[in-house]
């Protein structure tokens, strides 16, 4: 069975700091992996998937299979990036999502 | 489009009652879950549902039943409420895109569940 590990709870921050959040996978095959972010009382949304290759508000995500991350990245953190960030993972021919723990990242002025 | 639409956005039980979350969708999205979101726990999977007809259990669907008789609603009932089930229960669809690939989840706005 497949496992998503985001080992920090919460990670606090200065605004302009750069921010790594943390997430390791274990599965056998070749998996599909997503961030999502839930900002305050809002819906979780979707904020990047590894096959995009793209980079949403400044955030960036590179999967690893060698070490089999995929760690959210942004080199300057903004308040408004304060949010619950959720690692997910899809298997090969499971369309349910894996999530991890989450981990809340918070921005201070 | 709505997207995801849950109902009610919050709710207080007593220890026993049943209820029934309705959960909606409007983009024909075969696939369709429930989560319950607890601190520390993050997203933890209830039941989902593969199409209309066919559901299965998750992670933790002890206490809670579903049914899915269309391809837009997937209610998820408690049974007999107990404090455990006090969380945020979320709500999500998707579908499977152009050569298997897996698309994101759609996200309801969340029920507020308190058992008292």
């Known amino acids: 069975a497949q496992r998503v590990t985001q080992p920090e709870k919460l990670l606090s921050v200065f605004k302009g700091a750069p921010v790594e959040l943390k997430c390791n996978y274990s599965?056998?095959?070749?998996?599909?992996l997503f961030w999502y972010v839930q900002y305050s009382r809002q819906r979780l949304q979707l904020l990047l998937r590894h096959i995009s290759r793209e980079s949403i508000k400044g955030f960036t995500a590179d999967l690893n299979k060698g070490e089999t991350s995929f760690h959210l990245k942004k080199p300057f953190a903004q308040e408004e990036d304060s949010a619950m960030y959720y690692c997910a993972l899809n298997a090969l021919g499971s369309y349910i999502p894996t999530f991890g723990r989450g981990t809340s990242l918070i921005v201070h002025p | 489009n709505a997207g995801v639409t849950q109902t009610p956005k919050f709710q207080v039980l007593k220890t026993g009652q049943s209820m029934t979350l309705q959960c909606a969708q409007d983009?024909?999205?075969?696939?369709m879950s429930w989560y319950r979101q607890d601190p520390g726990m993050g997203l933890r999977l209830i039941h989902y549902?593969?199409?209309?007809?066919?559901?299965d259990q998750g992670e933790v669907p002890n206490g809670y039943n579903v049914s899915r008789s269309t391809t837009e609603d997937f209610p998820l009932r408690l049974l007999s409420a107990a404090p455990s089930q006090t969380s945020v229960y979320f709500c999500?669809?998707?579908?499977?895109?152009?050569?298997?690939?897996?698309?994101?989840?759609?996200f309801g706005d969340g029920t507020r569940l308190s058992i008292l």
């Open positions: 999500a669809s998707s579908y499977v895109g152009g050569q298997g690939n897996n698309q994101p989840q759609h």
């Open positions: 549902s593969v199409g209309a007809g066919i559901t």
């Open positions: 983009m024909n999205h075969e696939y």
């Open positions: 599965y056998s095959g070749s998996p599909e």
